[in-house]
């Protein structure tokens, strides 16, 4: 960690996080399920598709419209991935674009290191309650301010679908037998605890290790990578060098075989017109490739200029690759 700024752990505030890591346990003390796994997968699913869909795309970066109501579903669905409010996350990702792997960018690998990057900075005092400022076009909505704000009451009702879904698969339906039986313990045990982890930590992987490992195709001031292995668990957020020379787009996979499921999604939703106004990438924005990386060492010492590479389209306009 730097030097220079000292964070301080708050484990009270941290309990939940870490407890649960700690619940991952309970799967030593179930038999293993079929059914009980197969919800884990659909539970994960779902909600890495609201992080990457609604937290990261929509509120961090505007990158498509949606009604009201659809905008708060998509907020409790995130909510329910146990990453805190949507605004909060939103806020937060917000400044790092804005100071992306500098000594301002708290989950910065080079600057921070790995692990604090990874998941230290998320249980930090100084990194726990919501910078509004950051976030006010979206703070005028009072319900998403009231699921920020009280951001266990999700994850909460959460749980208690999982104990319904349990408590209803052994009790009701008793002629499921072998692997497709399931009991209260199973199902919490694989879809609220192991699920909920697994999400954690392909979502920290983000800010993690594609900073450090991955492709530069694109010469943006920071060290973000394409890392085509994590873009199939994150849904297409590993491509992630691309995602910070084009922000605001909706779509994270540039080319028709950068696997980007999230943006998949959103078209199909576009079709019957939940969302709409999907923010795609201009092809002389997608055919700008680097030729040379961002040295790491220039990003630590700060001598990198924070400005996005622009691109001369006719001599009366310039386009650059900030978000919009």
Known sequence: MNDKKQFHMDWPRSIPFIGMHVGIISLCFVDFSLTALLFGIGFYCIRMLAITGFYHRYFAHRAFKTSRWFQFVGACVGAASVQRGPLWWAAHHRHHHLHSDTESDVHSPTISGFWFSHMGWFMTKEHFDLKEERIRDFSKYPELMFITKYDTVVPALFFALCLAIGWSWQF????????????????IAYSFFASTVVLYHATFCVNSLLHLWGTRPYKTADTSRNNALIS???????????????????????????????FWALKMLSWVGIVWDLKEVPPHIVHLTADAEVDKDEIASGDVQRKPPTVKTTEEETVTSEAL
């Open 232 to 262: 199939i668990i994150v849904f297409g957020e590993g491509w992630h060098n691309n995602h910070h020379h084009f922000q605001s787009s909706a779509r994270n996979g540039f080319r028709w075989w950068e696997f980007d499921p999230t």
């Open 172 to 187: 009701l339906l008793p002629a499921a037998e072998g692997v497709w039986a399931m009991t209260v313990g199973q199902m």
